[in-house]
């Protein structure tokens, strides 16, 4: 799932019902762009042009926009997978898990 947690507004109630609905087996796997929080702010303030591309683009900032990190992902439906796990690639928040084979 690609940029998914962004459009909605509980992702503990759309994480569950994305689980019910997998397979037993099958990987759950979400990418999210990092929109919030110190990493972000830290790489849009490493470079001025991008700092300024930012400010152009987002005049009034976007706090319009849902934001859910790898890690808040694990809190809120990590123990519906096993293995679950996260990580931040290059401004990519990521998230997976599987769907124990015993659960339908």
């Known amino acids: 799932m690609l940029q998914s ?3 909605c507004d509980d992702w503990r109630e759309t994480g569950a019902e994305l689980v ?3 397979r037993p087996g099958r990987r759950m796997v979400s990418a999210e762009m990092c929109l919030e929080g110190e ?3 830290g ?3 490493a470079d ?5 591309w930012y400010d152009k683009m987002f005049p009034g900032g976007r706090s319009d926009i849902s934001n859910y ?5 694990c809190s809120l439906i990590g123990s519906a997978v096993t293995g679950a796990q996260s990580m931040d690639w ?3 928040e990521l998230f997976w898990g599987r ?6």
Do not use: D, P
Request: no cysteine; hydrophobic share 30%; aromatic share 4%.
């Open 48 to 52: 001025v042009h991008i700092r300024q």
């Open 39 to 41: 990493r972000f702010e």
């Open 90 to 92: 290059r401004g990519i």
């Open 43 to 45: 790489r849009v303030n």
């Open 5 to 7: 947690a962004q459009h």
């Open 20 to 22: 019910r609905v997998l």
């Open 99 to 104: 769907k124990s084979e015993g659960h339908s």
């Open 69 to 73: 990190s790898g890690e808040e992902l």
